[in-house]
């Protein structure tokens, strides 16, 4: 992830984050006293020779868990070993993302990996090791039903995994739902009832990756895990930007450009782009999905001003009619607002805080709805800038340009690698 599949080219990519952020160098010697600055953190995961998998899905389950582990921004080599009795997995991470972030391991880390493996795992249904005597992440009663595969919230989690296959957006996953006979409550937290069921369970309960933000961001990448293509397929548009990458590396290690150049083929790794065409008609799907969404998005926040400034109205009148004695002012001011309340039936402070509570609900359904916006926004810049720049290389000599234009800026010359 975020590497090319050869050890040299990730070598050199590792290399070049880590002295971006970490203000050292990569190569450089250990102390003589004391431990020396870790740079990359080796993981294994392992399984169980009873379990009889191929190397193919060990390494994919491997590339999964990786993904779901570390994120997008994370350099990660994954080595699938059969050289023992069980097959296992290597990953050797480097310890910044190339967002900057460190990445440090600790026991608490470990414990968190080990339970997305298992869970990545019991995605690919392979087992996951059992967890020791007296420690469960479920409630003895939910564990029973679970058993006995009369779990409610099992049910809902199994239906809202296979909607989540064919939906666009947190609204209509629910809208689903509820043509299916679940009952849907929308409020500060969303709550679901399934058919028959006693109680409705709100959806932060189901697990981590059922909130409305996790749910919004599967949606957006859920095809991340499923239908995983390998890197090492054949790409001519990495394969152009790391041809580039390269180049430039050559002729001059430190230049600038090179970190742009990295981060779009971090974006062409990790959204598996193949060719400049998909980049384009991802374009084009984007910008009309940013302009549907910014519709939406509009006409609910015009709706919801209409009503916050009726909120405003409501909040003073109730306030004047609490006087024991108005003023000539005051006076003309209720009766000003009363004719607008009365219009939108709000006659009493229940009917206030009636509207309040509509208020609330329409700001939080608009929540998902403006962060997927965001995030259309920022995949259109990405691949708008993948284009872009891979239009530039197509044109000519891209690296000889670059030279000429930090010289022609008076730029101090990055020195040739010897």
């Given at each position: ?62 590339r999964t868990f990786a993904r779901k582990a570390f994120g997008d921004n994370c350099q990660i080599v ?162 152009k930007y790391s041809e580039t990458v390269s180049g430039i590396q050559r002729v001059a290690e430190n ?141 000519g000599d891209y690296i000889s340009k670059l030279i000429e234009q930090q010289r022609k800026k008076g ?8």
């Open positions: 992830m975020n590497c090319i599949p050869d050890s040299r080219c990730a070598y050199l990519a590792m290399k070049l984050v880590y002295e971006q952020f970490s203000g050292s160098k990569f190569d450089e010697p250990p102390p003589k006293n004391g431990k020396g600055k870790v740079k990359a953190i080796h993981y294994i995961q392992s399984f169980d020779p009873k379990d009889d998998i191929t190397p193919e899905l060990a390494h994919k389950i491997g994954i080595a699938t070993h059969v050289d023992k009795k069980h097959i296992h997995n290597h990953f050797i991470i480097n310890v910044y993302g190339i967002d900057g972030r460190k990445f440090n391991d600790n026991l608490t880390t470990r414990k968190n990996l080990r339970e997305i493996s298992d869970r990545v795992c019991l995605a690919f249904g392979i087992k996951p090791i059992e967890p020791k005597q007296g420690v469960s992440n479920i409630d003895h009663s939910e564990w029973e039903h679970k058993q006995r595969g009369t779990s409610w919230k099992e049910k809902i989690r199994s239906e809202i995994d296979r909607l989540i296959l064919r939906v666009k957006n947190v609204d209509e996953l629910l809208a689903e739902l509820e043509y299916l006979g679940y009952t849907v409550k929308r409020g500060k937290y969303i709550s679901i009832k399934a058919p028959d069921q006693q109680r409705a369970v709100r959806l932060k309960t189901l697990g981590e990756d059922y909130t409305v933000e996790q749910l919004a961001s599967r949606i957006l990448w859920r095809d991340v895990g499923a239908g995983f293509n390998d890197l090492c397929e054949k790409s001519a548009l990495r394969d230049h600038p450009s090179l970190e742009q150049l990295g981060n779009l083929l971090t974006v062409i790794n990790r959204d598996r782009l193949q060719s400049i065409g998909e980049v384009e008609g991802k374009i084009r799907t984007l910008e009309y999905e940013l302009e549907k969404t910014r519709r939406e998005v509009n006409t609910m926040e015009t709706k919801c001003n209409l009503l916050k400034n009726l909120e405003a109205q409501a909040e003073e009148y109730f306030a004047l009619m609490d006087k024991p004695t108005l003023t000539a002012e005051e006076q003309l001011r209720v009766n000003m607002y009363q004719e607008a309340l009365t219009q939108q039936n709000i006659n009493s402070h229940s009917d206030y805080d009636y509207l309040k509570k509509v208020i609330s609900e329409m700001e939080q359904k608009a929540e998902p709805v403006k962060a997927y916006y965001n995030k259309c926004a920022t995949l259109l810049k990405e691949y708008s800038d993948v284009a872009d720049t891979y239009n530039e290389i197509s044109q730029e101090p010359q990055p020195r040739p690698r010897r």
